[in-house]
Every structure is written in structure tokens, then in C-alpha cells.
């Protein structure tokens, strides 16, 4: 089975600097993409940023545009999520997810046919 695991998080003060790590082990796939997502107490899951596998093309929301950067490792299958100026509204669980049979970027959850467990990042000012 194919596993996704999240590190990386933690609590910091406003302005910091993060970055998370996702790693996947099991089945590899031939075409596919990763993407991150967050969800905060109250809110549903949104999404943050996305990275297609074969040529790195690369999707942000507008909330993270400019502070956040994701990048992939491909002999690790890696992804990484590197955070910037963190603000208090970045406060969520983070959660890393991958995206088999399609080579495009998607911001819908549903598409994603596998997920982590999260790593907390906990924001304050």
C-alpha cells in the first residue's frame, strides 16, 4: 500500500521560516502529482500549493503566493513545501497528498487518491 508521511511542523513565532517534507514509499507511479493542503479548526480543507511530477509545473493559492515555494525530489519521492513569513492564519494541519493516472494540477481534494496524517504548524505573533 502506498503510504504518505508528513514532517516538518511545528510552533513559531510570525515572520519564521518552515519547511515540510513529505515522503512516499510503496507503489510508484509513472504519472502523477502532489499537492499540499491545510485545514484549520472550524474550516474545511483548502488547498495550498500543488507540483506535477514529470516537469515540476507548480499551482499556489493566492493566500500563500510569493511566502511559499514547493519543490520535489525525485530519486526520494520527495516533495517539499518551503514556508516564509508565516502568519498567524497559516496556523492549520497540514496535510500531503498524491494525485495518480494525471498529469495536471488540481486544487480538489477529491481528486487526491492518497494522504498523510498531517504535521501541525502552529503560528503566533
Known amino acids: 500500500q502506498v503510504q504518505v508521511v508528513e514532517s516538518g511542523g511545528g510552533s513559531v513565532q510570525a515572520g519564521d521560516s518552515l519547511r515540510l517534507s513529505c515522503a512516499v514509499s510503496g507503489r510508484t507511479f509513472s504519472t502523477y502529482s502532489m499537492g499540499w493542503f491545510r485545514q484549520a479548526p472550524g474550516k474545511e480543507r483548502e488547498f495550498v500549493s500543488s507540483?506535477?511530477?514529470?516537469?515540476?509545473?507548480?499551482d499556489y493559492a493566492d493566500s500563500v503566493k510569493g511566502r511559499f515555494a514547493i519543490s520535489r525530489d525525485n530519486a526520494k519521492t520527495t516533495a517539499y513545501l518551503e514556508m516564509k513569513n508565516l502568519r498567524p492564519e497559516d496556523t492549520a494541519i497540514y496535510y500531503c497528498?498524491?494525485?495518480?493516472?494525471?498529469?495536471?494540477?488540481?486544487?480538489?481534494?477529491?481528486?487526491?487518491?492518497?494522504w498523510g496524517r498531517g504535521t501541525q504548524v502552529t503560528v503566533s505573533s
Open positions: 497528498a498524491v494525485r495518480r493516472g494525471y498529469s495536471g494540477n488540481s486544487r480538489h481534494p477529491p481528486d487526491y487518491n492518497y
Open positions: 507540483i506535477r511530477w514529470r516537469d515540476g509545473v507548480r
